[in-house]
């Protein structure tokens, strides 16, 4: 979304023209590889990978993650050389969590940055057999652990190619875990390849442990790590990992070279890095953090006794369960058996064509003759046959429905059947839609199903439906996973009930827009969150109460919540969080690290809001999934669809969309389309030249980036442009950006450029012709950091920009980012996001929502104001204005200003020799003045156009009358002329 300082110190090294062709013999040049070791010392086996690669090369792959208290943050930026003259396709692919959420993508192609939209999806369309038109994916299809997010593209010749995507993730905690996974595998050896997590947390942060490189699917516990009070031995982590703790802040970093690499795999994959660690909690109402009207909270109570629970293993032994599956099966029940707990109630129901049931009509209860039977009866489990899907269920519900309405039945047990399965249904009904209502019609809502799939050939939707419908989850086992291990994990999970008909209730008319606050479990080592929306950010406090049932005795736990202290608190460890993230500027190779950092600190500024929106989302498309009529299923959708465009998510709902670079038959990108200045078209696309300065790649670049739209989904297409509503004829004579000042003198056919390095505060006069035409132009500056790695302290734009005119009597239009004033005939507040045109007397204006501003005085002059708006700023982005000079016939000769004075000038262009150099250089003649100038290109009209200029430097001393100080401004409406009330001209 925000990846800003990253795009600006790449799309430097793709802007930078032709590169040479490396040769690939005994002699190649790995300079050509951005090697970060020394060349003799890269094995001759490596060295023979790389001359073979025919793909473009990753130069560099960097992914930083932060998480601030369980969301995570990840941002992920590679970059590759096509070190051939011939166009050549480029691949990135990068594996995210399935439950995660991609909120940017943008890529810098030749200079050029294409950033991606995220839109609704179109409805499907059915055809005349009522089957869905391009029907994308089949509603039985298995959802993968994580997905793979893929653009190929053409780089041109001789060229590099930047992707940078964003993900959000909030991370479930499980078996006492929070689990964050990073999949490595670029498929390739990486010049520089690192890898940064980042942890903060209110509560502090315990058990921590790093796996080793995790090559298969199975996310089972299969190995053990580090505690967080031990720094483990180097050996034990996986190659150059680093862990640093401060503060509760931690740091894991793992950056191996290429040939460390190398010795892990040749192909690229190294696998998944896996990091586990908790948080401190204390028994009572859990963590609740507020942040700009939002908050979240997060239960997982300890020291609790374990609930006694009713449970029914539904197990598939049909043909297909013959071999790995059903050995799996049984390696894995063998060992649910011997943990389940005294006071526990069980039985075993397995199906095929038929249903056998181990104890029938009664579950029985945990003692070593019972436990010894279960595994007889497991042991001579044989597959065959079929799969009655719909038989095994009822049978299911029936034995654990008429157990609970027994006397043996405790009333504050927690019943659930375990339904597991590697088929679609063949014998008896196999109808989905009635498979499911007469699930809900035996469970009765007395107790939950809890569904695991084993393989490809599994109708995934029915049993995501059958769990979500029926209180309980569904698992997901591939293929060639350790499906014994995984079973086992999943019974952990479930294995030990804490609490049942747990409620979560806040005080009444202070809270609105809650995510799910009922729950029928809640089992030992997971976690319940919930989030929402304050309605009244100056309460001082929030009642929370929590009611639940734990084995015979109810619980209430109920605290007031002072919100001004939660929230400073909060905003304490993001600050922490965004400090962590913006580190390591001076560490070498850190640059594209420091750039994600930054990125991901701007919006981790809003992460309780986030979370809520992430919450959301999900919420709907379970509701929307087990919706029982049309109407219901299209008001979740609708729902799902709105958050998710509201807050950039990628989701089942929205497409993703980017417009690619069109490569020509010699292999050199197409050239941009001339596009006219527009009202409508403001905010079009920008193009880098080598030309560019560091702040004008920087200004160009925040306006592409940063005028988000609020859209979203999981296919790649081309963007089609909006349509031109109505040109605008602009000048080039305009101060925009840093300020960036350009001159047009049509006459002399010269461009002239230079730069007002201003103070915050400071009011610069921009035109004054207050005696004559009665218009004054006055702008505001506003600061901001400098990005990374730029020469500058601090950076400063427009924030306001004032036109007073006094003829035939005093009106006024103050300008800024959101809004925009009228006192004319009467006084008005217009909003900058609406489309108006308002005419009041000597002054009218038109808005073009969240575009520009046309401003007219006296129906000659008019001044055209660029509106640079982001969603999520990075720390030095600001909404700023840009100011241009659209007609001003209107104004006298006699105008004055920085911009003014040179309406009406003509200057010339003249060369002299240099002391002790045969080499002339360039200078202006104004009036009667020589300045010295470098020829330059500039962006401007929000990047859409270059022009070519003379530059003057030193705040365009000798340039402009005067100094740069004698055009501040007492105040925004200070009409006083230059300098001194009279329009003398100070020579200098």
Same mark, same amino acid.
């Given at each position: 979304m925000l990846l800003l300082a990253l795009l600006l110190r790449f799309s430097l090294l793709s802007a930078q023209g032709q590169l040479e062709e490396p040769q690939f013999e005994d002699d190649m040049d790995l300079s050509d590889f951005d090697l970060d070791i020394a060349p003799r010392r890269v094995p001759r086996q490596v060295k023979t990978i790389l001359a073979k690669e025919t793909k473009p090369l990753i130069q560099e792959l960097s992914i930083k993650t932060t998480i601030i208290s369980r969301y995570a943050f990840t941002a992920v930026h590679c970059a590759m050389l096509n070190r051939h003259s011939a166009a050549s396709e480029g691949v990135f692919q990068f594996h995210i969590p399935a439950e995660a959420y991609v909120s940017n993508f943008t890529m810098i192609i030749g200079g050029r940055v294409y950033q991606s939209k995220v839109r609704p999806k179109e409805k499907r369309v059915k055809q005349k057999n009522g089957k869905p038109k391009n029907k994308e994916s089949s509603d039985t299809s298995p959802e993968p652990e994580v997905e793979v997010f893929r653009m190929a593209v053409n780089i041109p010749g001789r060229n590099r190619a930047v992707f940078l995507l964003m993900y959000e993730e909030l991370l479930q905690r499980r078996l006492g875990r929070y689990e964050h996974v990073t999949s490595l595998r670029p498929l390739q050896l990486v010049s520089r390849l690192s890898l940064d997590v980042t942890i903060v947390d209110h509560s502090a942060i315990t058990d921590l442990e790093v796996l080793p490189l995790r090559k298969g699917k199975s996310s089972a516990n299969t190995a053990t790590g580090l505690k967080a009070s031990k720094i483990p031995a180097k050996s034990e982590l996986p190659i150059t990992t680093v862990i640093k703790n401060e503060k509760n802040v931690w740091k894991i970093t793992f950056s191996p070279n290429i040939v460390q690499q190398a010795k892990i795999t040749t192909s690229g994959i190294l696998g998944d890095f896996v990091i586990r660690y908790d948080v401190q909690r204390d028994m009572g109402i859990g963590d609740i953090?507020?942040?700009?009207?939002?908050?979240?909270?997060?239960?997982?109570?300890?020291?609790?006794? +374990?609930?006694?629970?009713?449970?029914?293993?539904?197990?598939?032994?049909?043909?297909?369960?013959?071999?790995?599956?059903?050995?799996?099966?049984?390696?894995?029940?063998?060992?649910?058996?011997?943990?389940?707990?005294?006071?526990?109630?069980?039985?075993?129901?397995?199906?095929?064509?038929?249903?056998?049931?181990?104890?029938?009509?009664?579950?029985?209860?945990?003692?070593?003759?019972?436990?010894?039977?279960?595994?007889?009866?497991?042991?001579?489990?044989?597959?065959?046959?079929?799969?009655?899907?719909?038989? +095994?269920?009822?049978?299911?519900?029936?034995?654990?429905?008429?157990?609970?309405?027994?006397?043996?039945?405790?009333?504050?047990?927690?019943?659930?059947?375990?339904?597991?399965?590697?088929?679609?249904?063949?014998?008896?009904?196999?109808?989905?839609?009635s498979i499911l209502g007469n699930t809900r019609s035996a469970v009765q809502e007395k107790f939950c199903i809890f569904t695991i799939g084993i393989g490809n050939d599994v109708d995934y939707r029915l049993l995501e439906r059958m769990a979500l419908d029926n209180c309980g989850m569904m698992r997901r086992i591939h293929e060639d996973a350790d499906a014994s291990a995984m079973l086992k994990g999943f019974y952990d999970e479930i294995g030990t009930p804490l609490l049942s008909d747990i409620r979560v209730n806040y005080t009444e008319d202070s809270v609105s827009y809650v995510t799910q606050n009922l729950f029928s479990n809640y089992f030992n080592g997971s976690e319940i969150v919930i989030a929402g929306?304050?309605?009244?950010?100056?309460?001082?406090?929030?009642?929370?109460?929590?009611?639940?049932?734990?084995?015979?005795?109810?619980?209430?736990?109920?605290?007031?919540?002072?919100?001004?202290?939660?929230?400073?608190?909060?905003?304490?460890?993001?600050?922490?969080?965004?400090?962590?993230?913006?580190?390591?500027?001076?560490?070498?190779?850190?640059?594209?690290?420091?750039?994600?950092?930054?990125?991901?600190?701007?919006?981790?500024?809003?992460?309780?809001?986030?979370?809520?929106?992430?919450?959301?989302?999900?919420?709907?498309?379970?509701?929307?999934?087990?919706?029982?009529?049309?109407?219901?299923?299209?008001?979740?959708?609708?729902?799902?669809?709105?958050?998710?465009?509201?807050?950039?998510?990628?989701?089942?709902?929205?497409?993703?969309?980017?417009?690619?670079?069109?490569?020509?038959?010699?292999?050199?990108?197409?050239?941009?389309?001339?596009?006219?200045?527009?009202?409508?078209?403001?905010?079009?696309?920008?193009?880098?030249?080598?030309?560019?300065?560091?702040?004008?790649?920087?200004?160009?670049?925040?306006?592409?980036?940063?005028?988000?739209?609020?859209?979203?989904?999981?296919?790649?297409?081309?963007?089609?442009?909006?349509?031109?509503?109505?040109?605008?004829?602009?000048?080039?004579?305009?101060?925009?950006?840093?300020?960036?000042?350009?001159?047009?003198?049509?006459?002399?056919?010269?461009?002239?450029?230079?730069?007002?390095?201003?103070?915050?505060?400071?009011?610069?006069?921009?035109?004054?012709?207050?005696?004559?035409?009665?218009?004054?132009? %006055?702008?505001?500056?506003?600061?901001?950091?400098?990005?990374?790695?730029?020469?500058?302290?601090?950076?400063?734009?427009?924030?306001?920009?004032?036109?007073?005119?006094?003829?035939?009597?005093?009106?006024?239009?103050?300008?800024?980012?959101?809004?925009?004033?009228?006192?004319?005939?009467?006084?008005?507040?217009?909003?900058?996001?609406?489309?108006?045109?308002?005419?009041?007397?000597?002054?009218?204006?038109?808005?073009?929502?969240?575009?520009?501003?046309?401003?007219?005085?006296?129906? %000659?002059?008019?001044?055209?104001?660029?509106?640079?708006?982001?969603?999520?700023? +990075?720390?030095?982005?600001?909404?700023?204005?840009?100011?241009?000079?659209?007609?001003?016939?209107?104004?006298?000769?006699?105008?004055?200003?920085?911009?003014?004075?040179?309406?009406?000038?003509?200057?010339?262009?003249?060369?002299?020799?240099?002391?002790?150099?045969?080499?002339?250089?360039?200078?202006?003649?104004?009036?009667?003045?020589?300045?010295?100038?470098?020829?330059?290109?500039?962006?401007?009209?929000s990047g859409t156009q270059s022009v070519d200029c003379w530059f003057a430097r030193n705040n365009a001393a000798k340039l402009i009358d005067g100094q740069y100080e004698d055009y501040l401004m007492s105040h925004m409406f200070d009409t006083g002329d230059w300098p001194q009330g009279t329009n003398s001209v100070r020579q200098l």
């Open positions: 953090q507020v942040l700009n009207g939002h908050f979240v909270h997060y239960f997982a109570p300890k020291d609790l006794p +374990a609930v006694p629970k009713n449970v029914v293993f539904v197990i598939d032994t049909s043909a297909s369960m013959l071999g790995t599956k059903i050995r799996q099966t049984k390696d894995a029940l063998f060992t649910i058996v011997r943990d389940l707990r005294p006071g526990d109630h069980f039985n075993f129901i397995s199906f095929s064509n038929k249903i056998k049931v181990w104890q029938p009509n009664r579950l029985v209860p945990v003692t070593p003759l019972t436990i010894r039977d279960a595994k007889k009866f497991i042991y001579l489990l044989m597959p065959t046959g079929g799969t009655n899907i719909d038989d +095994a269920i009822q049978t299911g519900s029936s034995l654990l429905r008429d157990y609970l309405s027994g006397p043996d039945s405790s009333p504050n047990s927690v019943s659930l059947i375990i339904f597991l399965t590697d088929g679609r249904p063949t014998v008896g009904e196999i109808q989905s839609t929306k304050l309605t009244n950010q100056s309460t001082e406090s929030l009642r929370v109460q929590v009611t639940a049932s734990n084995n015979d005795r109810s619980i209430i736990l109920e605290s007031d919540v002072p919100l001004r202290h939660r929230q400073i608190e909060t905003e304490k460890h993001v600050k922490a969080a965004t400090a962590a993230m913006t580190a390591g500027a001076k560490t070498p190779g850190s640059g594209a690290v420091q750039g994600l950092g930054i990125a991901l600190g701007s919006i981790a500024e809003d992460f309780v809001e986030r979370v809520w929106g992430f919450l959301s989302v999900k919420e709907e498309l379970r509701s929307r999934l087990r919706s029982q009529t049309s109407k219901e299923r299209d008001d979740h959708t609708q729902q799902a669809s709105n958050l998710s465009l509201t807050y950039n998510f990628l989701t089942p709902l929205t497409n993703m969309v980017v417009e690619k670079p069109e490569v020509l038959a010699d292999g050199t990108l197409a050239p941009a389309p001339t596009i006219t200045p527009a009202a409508a078209e403001a905010a079009s696309p920008a193009n880098d030249l080598p030309g560019d300065t560091d702040d004008e790649k920087t200004e160009k670049l925040d306006r592409k980036l940063g005028s988000q739209t609020s859209s979203q989904s999981n296919k790649i297409g081309k963007v089609g442009r909006r349509p031109v509503k109505k040109s605008i004829t602009i000048s080039k004579t305009s101060a925009d950006g840093d300020p960036h000042f350009v001159v047009e003198f049509p006459l002399s056919k010269l461009t002239v450029c230079f730069n007002i390095n201003g103070e915050p505060g400071h009011v610069l006069r921009l035109v004054s012709d207050h005696k004559h035409s009665g218009v004054t132009v %006055n702008g505001k500056l506003i600061g901001a950091p400098a990005p990374p790695g730029s020469h500058k302290q601090q950076r400063t734009y427009f924030s306001t920009i004032t036109i007073v005119a006094d003829h035939p009597k005093r009106a006024y239009i103050e300008v800024t980012p959101k809004k925009v004033i009228l006192d004319g005939r009467d006084r008005m507040i217009l909003p900058c996001h609406s489309t108006v045109t308002v005419d009041s007397g000597m002054l009218s204006v038109a808005i073009v929502g969240n575009l520009n501003v046309t401003v007219t005085v006296g129906g %000659n002059i008019s001044f055209v104001i660029l509106l640079h708006q982001y969603k999520n700023p +990075a720390p030095y982005q600001r909404d700023h204005l840009g100011f241009y000079i659209g007609n001003s016939k209107g104004l006298s000769h006699n105008c004055h200003g920085l911009l003014g004075q040179f309406l009406y000038e003509e200057v010339g262009l003249a060369e002299r020799p240099t002391q002790g150099d045969t080499t002339p250089s360039p200078v202006l003649k104004v009036k009667n003045r020589s300045v010295p100038v470098v020829h330059k290109s500039r962006r401007i009209y």
